[in-house]
């Protein structure tokens, strides 16, 4: 029996020694964090400087920009990312002709397997102002096309309706499988008492699907502060930058391109911890309020 | 009378449900197809909003002029490999933490739990993990693609539900009767039965390096070792002309060849998965169902 205890711990062994190295070591050097670090002197070797980079974080210009521009996307984000795919599963359910809904659900996903580079020059080539496909269309009906990438203020419409495209045929698969979990019975039942579709989606549907949309929803609130970094940042430049700065492209300039290593650090701590708590949070608060939750 | 109102009520809800499916359809296709038309298109016919459905002059300067560059096949030729052997590292770490964690009799499951769990939700952050990879030496080597961040606790958790949910237990019950070990077990048996979920896990872990390029950017200098999207974003998003600077007429030309080799490029690297992806959907499909059953 010891020695299937220790087979165990040997099929174990490669992801655990990686995990320790390259999740847990990282986390030891969140000291850079409280730190002047600098990478001559070494982690052991650098000055403590308790929470100087929290508070320079804090009282600087771009505290309140990124955090704004990261709420503003995140929350804009889940007020159409979330219930559009619960739209879409629904009515697809309803659909009678089986070819047809199996063709509207394969091409619907085409678009998920894109590369974030990739979508992030496509919007760059549709939107652009002289040659992209939409400024055309705009001059077919004698209009001018802004250039869109250039207004700050246009930036989150970009970002979220983007996504909307690439995403939400395959973020409503997991809702047409609680949908297909449903006795068939059920709509037999509602079609003798003469139920209409609206009312089967109403009575039948929408109340099956509530647990599983209620854990995606504290998922996706738990992650308010944790938005993409690679489409933000693909897609910002200097014009929009006003509204396209939010805290991990900030993180990755201070370090990576500023190289204030223990500013960036600090910017990145707070930001998790910001998350962890968000998380706990909505997971106590949906507890309490409905019967689902994480953990 | 009521029953026939409420028939065609029911008809009214079934057309505009298909008239919304038609208009989300060309709205995923349309954009796609253009991509491919565009690329075989004379770019001043593109810019000039003259190519709709079909190119005016087929012309494949653009693919002539991408396919000269060398770097383009050199970061092809990367991408494969990386994917190929970093999915094939990934699977054996992932899926032997998901059988070993599967099994009841593991020491310290609990405890192990929680190891797993927590960099979901924590990291050290872009600096700390950086100044790790640098004191493992894998900066800018090729197995900073393939190794550090195989991990992944979401696959592993999939796995592990599929281990508990279709390998019975008397299995291994029987199987330990008759001498089997712990090792001999899991790839005599635990492997060979669970192809499905190995197969899952190797597609998502595939697609995502395909699409990756974040990693590359922060640990990977040597031009001879980028993947493919970091070249496409010189292409797409920087707006760098691989064909080089010129003036006068000739820029005008040049630019036109640029935005040429920009629908190509994006034609040339996004094909081959989306190619793949009818035949493979299958596989995708099931995947979320296994995830989701966690749930």
């Given at each position: 029996?010891?020695?299937?205890?220790?087979?165990l711990?040997?099929?174990?062994?490669?992801?655990?020694?990686?995990?320790?190295?390259?999740?847990?070591?990282?986390m030891?050097?969140?000291?850079?964090?409280?730190?002047?670090y600098?990478?001559?002197?070494g982690?052991?070797?650098?000055?403590?400087?308790?929470?100087?980079n929290?508070?320079?974080?804090?009282?600087?210009?771009?505290?309140?920009?990124?955090?704004?521009n990261?709420?503003?996307?995140s929350?804009?984000?889940?007020?159409?990312?979330?219930?559009l795919?619960i739209?879409?599963?629904?009515?697809?359910?309803?659909?009678?002709?089986?070819?047809?809904?199996?063709?509207?659900?394969?091409?619907?996903?085409?678009?998920?397997?894109?590369?974030t580079m990739?979508?992030?020059?496509?919007?760059?080539?549709?939107?652009s102002?002289?040659?992209?496909?939409?400024?055309?269309?705009?001059?077919?009906?004698?209009?001018?096309?802004?250039?869109?990438?250039a207004?700050?203020?246009?930036?989150?419409h970009?970002?979220?309706?983007?996504?909307?495209?690439?995403?939400?045929?395959?973020?409503?698969i997991?809702?047409?499988a609680?949908?297909?979990?449903i006795?068939?019975?059920?709509?037999?039942?509602?079609?003798v008492?003469?139920?209409t579709?609206m009312q089967k989606?109403?009575?039948?549907?929408?109340?099956?699907?509530?647990?599983?949309?209620?854990?995606?929803?504290?998922?996706?609130?738990g992650?308010?502060?944790g938005?993409?970094?690679e489409?933000?940042?693909?897609?910002?430049n200097?014009?929009?930058i006003?509204?396209?700065?939010?805290?991990?492209?900030y993180?990755?300039?201070?370090?990576?391109?500023?190289?204030?290593?223990?500013?960036?650090?600090?910017?990145?701590?707070?930001?998790?911890?910001?998350?962890?708590?968000?998380?706990?949070?909505?997971?106590?608060m949906?507890k309490?309020?409905?019967?689902?939750?994480l953990? | 009378?009521?029953?026939?109102?409420?028939?065609?009520?029911?008809?009214?809800?079934?057309?505009v449900f298909?008239?919304?499916?038609?208009?989300?359809?060309?709205?995923v296709?349309?954009?796609?197809?253009?991509?491919?038309?565009?690329?075989?298109?004379n770019?001043?016919?593109?810019a000039?909003?003259k190519?709709?459905?079909?190119p005016?002059?087929?012309?494949?300067r653009?693919?002539?002029?991408?396919f000269?560059?060398t770097?383009?096949?050199?970061?092809?030729?990367?991408?494969?490999i990386?994917?190929?052997?970093?999915t094939a590292?990934?699977?054996v770490v992932?899926?032997?933490?998901g059988?070993?964690?599967?099994?009841?009799?593991?020491?310290g499951?609990?405890?192990l739990n929680?190891?797993?769990?927590?960099?979901?939700?924590v990291s050290?952050?872009?600096?700390?993990?950086?100044v790790?990879?640098?004191?493992?030496?894998?900066?800018?080597?090729?197995?900073?693609?393939?190794?550090?961040?195989?991990v992944?606790?979401?696959?592993?958790?999939v796995?592990?539900?599929?281990?508990?949910?279709?390998?019975?237990?008397s299995?291994?019950?029987?199987?330990?009767?008759?001498?089997?070990?712990?090792?001999?077990?899991f790839?005599?048996?635990?492997?060979?039965?669970?192809?499905a979920?190995?197969?899952?896990?190797?597609?998502?872990?595939?697609?995502?390096?395909?699409?990756?390029?974040?990693?590359a950017l922060?640990?990977?200098?040597?031009?001879?070792?980028?993947?493919?999207?970091l070249?496409?974003?010189r292409?797409?998003?920087?707006?760098?002309?691989?064909?080089g600077?010129a003036t006068?007429?000739?820029?005008?030309?040049?630019?036109?060849?640029s935005?040429?080799?920009k629908?190509?490029s994006?034609?040339?690297?996004?094909?081959?998965?989306?190619?793949?992806?009818?035949?493979l959907?299958?596989?995708?499909?099931?995947?979320?169902m296994?995830?989701?059953?966690?749930?």
């Amino acid at each position: 029996m010891k020695k299937n205890k220790i087979q165990l711990l040997i099929l174990l062994a490669p992801s655990a020694i990686l995990l320790f190295c390259f999740a847990y070591l990282p986390m030891f050097g969140i000291i850079i964090a409280f730190q002047n670090y600098s990478p001559g002197l070494g982690i052991l070797g650098s000055k403590f400087v308790g929470f100087k980079n929290f508070l320079q974080y804090f009282k600087s210009y771009q505290f309140g920009v990124t955090i704004k521009n990261t709420l503003v996307i995140s929350l804009y984000s889940i007020l159409v990312g979330f219930p559009l795919p619960i739209l879409l599963a629904l009515m697809c359910n309803q659909m009678k002709t089986k070819m047809f809904k199996k063709t509207f659900q394969v091409i619907t996903y085409l678009p998920h397997f894109i590369s974030t580079m990739v979508m992030c020059g496509l919007v760059l080539i549709f939107l652009s102002p002289s040659t992209g496909l939409f400024a055309n269309i705009a001059r077919l009906m004698g209009k001018e096309f802004p250039n869109i990438m250039a207004q700050a203020s246009a930036f989150k419409h970009v970002y979220v309706w983007s996504d909307i495209w690439q995403h939400l045929g395959w973020d409503s698969i997991i809702y047409l499988a609680a949908l297909s979990g449903i006795d068939p019975t059920y709509y037999e039942a509602a079609t003798v008492d003469g139920a209409t579709t609206m009312q089967k989606i109403r009575y039948i549907d929408i109340p099956m699907i509530m647990p599983t949309a209620m854990v995606l929803l504290i998922l996706r609130a738990g992650s308010i502060l944790g938005i993409g970094f690679e489409k933000v940042f693909l897609l910002q430049n200097v014009q929009n930058i006003l509204s396209s700065e939010i805290i991990s492209t900030y993180v990755y300039k201070m370090g990576m391109q500023s190289m204030q290593y223990s500013l960036s650090t600090a910017i990145g701590l707070f930001n998790t911890v910001v998350n962890v708590v968000v998380l706990l949070l909505v997971n106590f608060m949906a507890k309490k309020f409905t019967e689902s939750s994480l953990f | 009378m009521t029953r026939t109102r409420k028939l065609s009520q029911d008809k009214v809800v079934n057309i505009v449900f298909h008239i919304i499916a038609i208009l989300m359809i060309i709205a995923v296709i349309y954009p796609l197809w253009f991509v491919i038309i565009a690329s075989f298109s004379n770019p001043a016919d593109v810019a000039s909003g003259k190519v709709w459905i079909w190119p005016k002059v087929i012309d494949v300067r653009g693919y002539e002029k991408l396919f000269e560059q060398t770097q383009l096949w050199r970061s092809y030729l990367n991408t494969i490999i990386y994917t190929v052997v970093g999915t094939a590292f990934a699977l054996v770490v992932n899926i032997t933490a998901g059988y070993a964690m599967s099994r009841k009799d593991l020491p310290g499951k609990k405890l192990l739990n929680t190891f797993y769990i927590v960099p979901m939700f924590v990291s050290g952050g872009l600096i700390p993990t950086y100044v790790v990879v640098k004191n493992f030496g894998l900066l800018d080597t090729f197995w900073v693609m393939v190794i550090p961040f195989a991990v992944s606790t979401y696959n592993i958790i999939v796995a592990r539900t599929f281990f508990q949910n279709s390998l019975p237990e008397s299995l291994w019950e029987a199987a330990q009767i008759d001498g089997c070990s712990t090792l001999r077990y899991f790839f005599g048996f635990a492997v060979p039965l669970s192809k499905a979920v190995i197969a899952v896990i190797g597609l998502w872990t595939a697609v995502g390096h395909w699409n990756s390029w974040f990693n590359a950017l922060i640990y990977l200098q040597n031009e001879d070792l980028i993947p493919l999207q970091l070249l496409l974003r010189r292409i797409l998003i920087s707006n760098e002309s691989l064909l080089g600077a010129a003036t006068g007429t000739m820029a005008q030309e040049l630019r036109q060849l640029s935005d040429m080799m920009k629908y190509g490029s994006i034609v040339v690297s996004t094909l081959p998965i989306m190619m793949l992806y009818p035949f493979l959907q299958k596989y995708f499909n099931q995947g979320v169902m296994i995830g989701a059953v966690k749930g």
